[in-house]
């Protein structure tokens, strides 16, 4: 047994007694057929916009204070998105300064106290020290191109 046309419509409205509103929702659930009859009472009801209101709105984007507020939340949000940049190569390179300094910390510390004599721990440590200077060249090299768009410069 499927919903009425009428109950269909006072539910639409919020017109229906407490009982048969629950007895509506749990019809819906499994009827397909009146849930689509109820879509389709909805889609009647649509209200459509002015005929007017779509070239009103045209003009009114083509008014220079529109255009101006445009172009304002436009720069805005590129100036935010090269702060961001630059607050995060900064924080890049001071991590990459922290990383590298401390290392040649410990690796100065380890190799006047402990190792002094060896050859193999400062061959080790010239190693690293070169390694690390790589690494931070490539980084440097990373950050720049990050921050001239992409151009080798």
């Known amino acids: 047994m499927h919903i009425e046309i009428e109950d269909l419509t006072k539910f639409q ?27 389709n009472l909805e889609a009647e009801e649509i209200i459509q916009a002015p005929s007017y209101l ?12 529109v255009k101006a507020e445009v172009k304002i939340k436009e720069t805005s949000k590129k100036i935010q998105l090269f702060l961001y940049g630059l607050k995060t190569t900064a924080a890049v390179l001071m991590a990459l300064l922290l990383l590298f300094s401390v290392g040649q910390i410990k690796t100065m510390d380890y190799s006047s106290e402990y190792l002094n004599n060896t050859k193999v721990t400062s061959s080790l440590s010239n190693q690293l020290q070169e390694k690390s200077n790589d690494v931070a060249s490539m980084m440097n090299q990373l950050s720049n191109r990050i921050v001239n768009g992409g151009l080798n410069q």
Request: glycine share 2%; aromatic share 6%.
């Open 13 to 39: 409205k919020g017109l229906l007694e407490p009982e048969k509103l629950i007895m509506v929702f749990e019809h819906i659930e499994k009827c397909n057929y009146c849930a689509e009859q109820l879509m």
């Open 54 to 65: 779509k070239d009103r709105i045209i003009k009114r984007t083509q008014l220079i204070d």
